[in-house]
């Protein structure tokens, strides 16, 4: 299980040239003009994650296989866009598709870029967006009141429950606030899920700096921020074009580039790191001679679960999982020594699963 970000921002603000790195293709066109993505373009990128080289080696695995991400790079939105204005309509349908939101804004002054609204303000930007948002998602929601006004009459338990959490989300977009600030019981989580409300998706601000503030970043990133803090919700900063660069390099020279620019590490990690903890995404890993792979499961998730996400017979019949958390495996030299040392341990069907474990399911066909 990996995730799907949708990539979207004002027209011109680095989308396409973000997912072009990402996914090391040129299949998005990188135009300056609006509305130069006229369909999605959907990319899977591996997750890169320095632990499941250091498993392959300490297993002398022969095949490395990470988890994987998906991107979909989504057209340029506009003012007016929940009324069906430039391509809209369009918008709305591919960001309901997707797990969460990469909002790109341009944090950048460039004179030979031009921006739709005649300015560079990120702040502003995000507000348009998130407004556009929560107007499609307050139309939606009228209508389907509406819609359920019939059911309801006649105790509809389903239609009772739906009604009254569109109303609270209608609630809270009606004082300016998105859907996902709308605290759900337990009991309603699921049917709360099921409305596919727009601005019920986390949200992750992606600064686009320049090359020269890619490291710091300016103060068009420190305002979003402020913003984001004051959200609820996380950013990264990240020059689009330094990441286009870096991914037609190989990974030495990538490498040595970062440090040119004082980088750590490709933003790719660092966005993907970060969309991670947004949706509380987590990884375990599955090791042997044959190959060593990295799955991805949503945090909380219990062995069986974890299980079925490489078969579903494994789940059905799950009897238990062995597992050694990743620091012992690596620290001990793999698993024969780490299970003479008493690190691995036997878990049943109530185990929740950590971050880093190393497990194999034993489980009846």
Same mark, same amino acid.
């Given at each position: *299980?990996?995730?799907?970000?949708? !990539?979207?921002?004002?027209?011109?603000?680095?989308?396409?040239?973000?997912?072009? $790195?990402l996914t090391r293709t040129a299949a998005a066109q990188a135009a300056n003009f609006p509305f130069c993505t006229i369909e999605p373009n959907v990319g899977e990128v591996a997750v890169p994650d320095a632990r499941l080289d250091k498993l392959a080696a300490i297993a002398t695995s022969k095949s490395i296989i990470p988890t994987r991400m998906t991107f979909?790079? !989504?057209?340029?939105?506009?003012?007016? %866009?929940? #009324?069906?204005?430039?391509? =809209?309509?369009?918008?709305? @349908?591919? !960001?309901?598709?997707?797990?969460? +939101?990469a909002h790109v804004l341009r944090c950048f002054e460039d004179g030979d870029v031009t921006h739709v609204e005649g300015r560079v303000d990120p702040v502003a930007?995000?507000?348009? +967006?998130d407004t556009e948002?929560? &107007?499609?998602?307050?139309?939606?929601i009228e209508k389907r009141r509406a819609g359920l006004v019939r059911k309801i009459k006649g105790n509809d338990k389903d239609a009772v429950q739906q009604d009254r959490l569109?109303?609270?989300?209608?609630? @809270? +977009?009606? @004082?300016g606030k998105p859907a996902r600030t709308v605290e759900v019981d337990e009991d309603d989580a699921k049917a709360w899920r099921m409305l596919q409300l727009l601005t019920t998706k986390p949200v992750l601000y992606v600064c686009n700096v320049g090359e020269s503030e890619a490291a710091e970043g300016n103060a068009f990133s420190a305002a979003v921020g402020e913003m984001a803090a004051a959200q609820g919700n996380s950013h990264v900063i990240i020059s689009a074009q330094i990441e286009e660069e870096i991914s037609q390099l190989e990974d030495d020279e990538a490498e040595m580039f970062l440090?040119? *620019?004082?980088?750590?590490? %490709? =933003?790719?990690?660092r966005l993907i790191r970060a969309g991670y903890e947004l949706l509380h995404l987590e990884t375990y890993f599955t090791v042997g001679p044959k190959e060593a792979r990295a799955w991805t499961i949503k945090a909380g998730t219990s062995a069986p679960k974890a299980a079925g996400v490489i078969h579903g017979d494994f789940e059905k019949g799950f009897i238990r $999982?062995?597992? +050694? @958390?990743?620091?012992?495996?690596? /620290? &001990?030299? =793999?698993?024969?020594? /780490?299970?003479? %040392?008493? #690190?691995?341990?036997?878990?049943?069907k109530a185990y929740v699963v950590k971050d880093g474990d190393v497990l194999h399911f034993l489980f009846n066909t």
């Open positions: *299980m990996g995730f799907k970000m949708g !990539i979207v921002g004002l027209p011109n603000v680095g989308k396409s040239t973000l997912f072009n $790195a979909v790079d !989504i057209a340029g939105l506009v003012k007016g %866009a929940s #009324k069906g204005e430039g391509l =809209g309509n369009q918008f709305l @349908a591919n !960001i309901r598709e997707t797990d969460a +939101i930007d995000a507000e348009t +967006i948002l929560m &107007l499609a998602d307050l139309e939606s569109l109303g609270m989300a209608q609630d @809270a +977009i009606e @004082a440090g040119e *620019m004082g980088l750590e590490e %490709a =933003g790719l990690d $999982a062995e597992t +050694i @958390a990743y620091d012992d495996f690596v /620290a &001990l030299g =793999g698993e024969g020594p /780490a299970k003479e %040392a008493g #690190k691995m341990r036997a878990e049943g």
